[in-house]
């Protein structure tokens, strides 16, 4: 019944797909293996895990056995000698610690060659080791024999001997135990970084399992032949006498600098292809940082490794099945493709916020040139004032969120309280002089969790005026632009009238023309801003919904109907959320289409913390989402790359009849599996949308008065106490988590 259940995303189809050439050694698509099935998910080497990596990968997804062997020479797989760091082990056992020597080390902990095989089947249960990952699983599953992964029937089983030499100091041969196995085992392939056990089993096996050198990290010693992995693997005549292929971390081929960017290539690949041998990378996973190259986006690095135009290594160890599975069958070789039209709803636009602001900083010119790049259909402005009359585009009035203010007018710091609760220093009490000065900042919403964007362009670019921001996308090949004014209201009495810039700005640049091919959404959360745009029949006005929504009624819909041709919301608007679990859809994309309206959505991120875990760290999965589940008809995001590559991939066309594809979320089919009482109570519903919700005061006339005081931040009422850096820190990544709930 579990297979059942969770066989989620498979595709059986008789196919007409092209074929494609690949740079493996033997030219065949590289293969996907499982490092202890779906571990990115799961705890590792479960019986979940195993399932839903069989599920929810490639036909031919490879599951990975990584192997201990019990006192009675019983074989599961687990990863790590000691198992008390992955298992209850220490709790159901917890006298049963030892201390052994391995190598030149004194090793403390549990070990499975302490316990026999009914002990740790019957008793020992398997937890999570990695905090990103759901801890919700803990205690479900026992640990898993080899014998269960071959009971699955998958094609291929990868078992990896990592501590050969460990047993054998304690009498256990895991050699006699793998050639002792049933021939109707699919144990395609055998895998250690000892080469003295490689030398032996290889010569002892029959049939096609291949022998794989693991290489440990290059100062790490082989302590047969007494080198260092790194030299072995420069001199890989060495090895090929006895083994088909080689296993090395994904660094030996695309190493980065001290800085985390990519440095050219190793010539590995090459020179093991030109000795006729595999080569195979590790430690692929969606949560794990490895390069700024890859603006978090998974499936970037793996096509870094199988569609570049030197090499393709033969096989990625992951765990992450889906996003190596989508990158091979859906991403590779779709580079030079051009992106369906989005006319006749053939796909949602690809809308920028504040340009490509997870590369550069938002709103500068860099973030602009590289959305244009990436193949945005619309690039959008929000509107700031400057003290005189300067209409520019910035990510928020406070420039202390996205610019170097900071450094330059803290006596300008203050509190209004009609723009946001804290303090800050805000665009509209500096000249455009004095804000040319500063420098853009680039900072992630996650920076504090140590998920930095592309520091090395931090302070790179420069800000844009509105008139310069539609020169530039009057030049490019976007399909449109948004314009967003926030604040209206309140610049009013400071003397600023942003309407008026906006429209001046727009009519200045013949964006009213029926002539002008572009689109022009007018973007704004006040009904009032959008009712002055009605004068002009060209321009489509969306209208911002904020903050979540659960619904909205009918005469609230009627409202919107008054003032807008569309609509905005956040993600938690549309997709219900428990525990980072996805519980459900609402259904307010169709009762705005229902009513001849349009939905946009976002703000899309990489990042992995801000995905529930159903779509597996994957901002694919989450695009997919969005387009083929929820058919909304725009996602706004800040890596409009991302989505431009999904949309280019034959599998963002759902009516194609392919062997695997980039599937929507299932909302609930993980919730089904969480043990009972292991979510938090579900959080109360947001709020139905209702016409008083919808409809805004008139906007006032500009003054011509003086504005009114700020509070400087000094006087302000109470202010919290200070906290040590590492408090900061704490607080900031537990608030990393929370966002997910709220957005």
């Known amino acids: ?68 062997l019990s006192s009675d020479a019983k074989g599961f797989c687990r990863s790590g000698l000691r198992l008390d760091k992955s298992t ?99 144990i395609s392939y055998i895998s250690s970084p000892d080469i003295s056990f490689l030398k032996s089993i290889g010569g002892k096996l029959k049939g096609k399992t291949k022998i794989i050198m693991r290489s440990l990290y290059e100062n790490a010693t082989e302590p047969n032949i007494m080198k260092s992995y790194g030299d072995i693997m420069k001199d890989l005549n060495i090895i090929k006498p006895f083994v088909s292929g080689i296993l090395v971390p994904r660094h030996f081929i695309w190493p980065t600098n001290k800085e985390e960017y990519l440095l050219p290539s190793t010539s590995l690949v090459k020179n093991a292809h030109a000795l006729g041998l595999e080569v195979y990378a590790a430690g692929f996973a969606n949560d794990i940082f490895a390069s700024y190259n890859y603006s978090y986006d998974p499936a970037a690095e793996y096509l870094q490794f199988i569609d570049n135009p030197d090499f393709s290594v033969d096989g990625v160890l992951t765990d992450f099945t889906p996003t190596a599975s989508g990158s091979i069958a859906c991403l590779a070789h779709t580079k030079g493709n051009a992106l369906p039209p989005t006319i006749n709803d053939e796909r949602p636009l690809i809308i920028t916020h504040n340009g490509a602001s997870g590369v550069f900083a938002g709103c500068t010119d860099l973030a602009y040139q590289q959305a244009v790049r990436d193949g945005a259909d619309i690039i959008d402005c929000s509107v700031r004032m400057s003290n005189d009359g300067v209409a520019f585009c910035l990510s928020s009035a406070d420039l202390t969120t996205s610019t170097t203010a900071t450094t330059t007018f803290m006596t300008k710091v203050v509190t209004v309280s009609e723009i946001q609760n804290k303090s800050g220093i805000f665009s509209f009490d500096l000249s455009w002089s004095e804000i040319q ?75 009213d023309k029926e002539s002008n091919q572009q689109r022009v959404f007018i973007q704004s959360d006040d009904t009032s801003v959008l009712s002055v745009f009605k004068k002009f029949p060209k321009f489509e006005r969306v209208l911002v919904i904020d903050p979540v929504i659960s619904d909205a009624s009918k005469p609230s819909i009627d409202e919107i109907k008054e003032f807008a041709h569309a609509v905005m919301v956040s993600r938690g608007s549309l997709v219900r959320v428990n525990g980072f679990f996805l519980t459900g859809f609402s259904d307010l994309v169709e009762k705005i289409h229902d009513a ?123 202010s919290a106490p200070s906290s040590s850096p590492s408090i900061c820190l704490l607080v900031a990544g537990i608030a990393a988590f929370l966002y997910l709930s709220s957005h």
């Not at 060659?113 to 020992?124: G, M, S």
């Open 437 to 511: 000065t500063l420098k853009p900042d680039l900072n992630g919403p996650y920076a504090q969790a140590g998920l930095k964007r592309n520091p090395a362009a931090k302070n790179a670019g420069k800000f844009l005026t509105l008139p310069e921001f539609l020169d530039f996308a009057k030049t490019s090949n976007v399909s449109g632009i948004l314009i967003e004014i926030e604040d209206a209201s309140y610049l009013a009495t400071r003397g600023l009238g942003v309407v008026d810039a906006v429209s001046s700005a727009l009519v200045n640049a013949s964006y």
């Open 88 to 186: 209850t082990i220490s709790k159901v056992f917890p006298k049963r610690d030892k201390t052994y020597k391995w190598g030149t080390e004194d090793i403390y902990g549990w070990f499975a060659v302490d316990f026999t095989a009914d002990e740790l089947e019957n008793n020992v249960t398997l937890e999570q080791t990695i905090y990103s990952r759901p801890s919700t699983f803990d205690g479900v599953m026992g640990m898993y024999k080899l014998d269960d992964v071959a009971g699955l029937h998958p094609g291929d089983i990868w078992v990896n001997v990592e501590y050969n030499s460990f047993y054998k100091d304690h009498k256990i041969r895991i050699e006699d135990y793998l050639l002792a196995l049933p021939k109707e085992f699919p």
């Open 596 to 718: 001849n309206l349009t939905l946009h959505v976002g703000v899309l991120k990489n990042e992995f913390m801000n995905f529930g875990f159903d779509y597996f760290a994957d901002p694919m999965i989450e695009i997919a989402t969005y387009s083929s589940a929820l058919a909304t008809d725009g996602i706004v995001t800040e890596f409009p790359s991302t989505a431009a590559a999904y949309f280019k991939s034959p599998c963002s066309d759902m009516t194609k009849n392919l062997s695997y594809s980039i599937y929507s979320a299932n909302p609930g089919s993980l919730e089904k599996l969480v043990p009972l009482g292991a979510l938090p109570p579900a959080l109360p519903p947001a709020p139905v949308l209702e016409p008083a919700d919808v409809i805004d005061p008139p906007l006032p006339p500009v003054a011509v008065s003086s504005p009114p005081e700020s509070t400087p931040k000094g006087d302000e009422g109470a």
């Open 1 to 68: 019944m579990l297979l059942i259940l969770i066989l989620l995303h498979v595709a059986n189809a008789a196919l007409d797909e092209p074929v494609q050439t690949w740079k493996t050694l033997d030219g065949s698509p590289p293969r996907v293996i499982a490092r202890g099935g779906f571990s990115g998910l799961f705890p590792e080497s479960s019986v979940y895990a195993y399932q839903f990596a069989l599920s929810n990968g490639l036909p031919d997804v490879v599951l990975y056995c990584d192997l201990q």
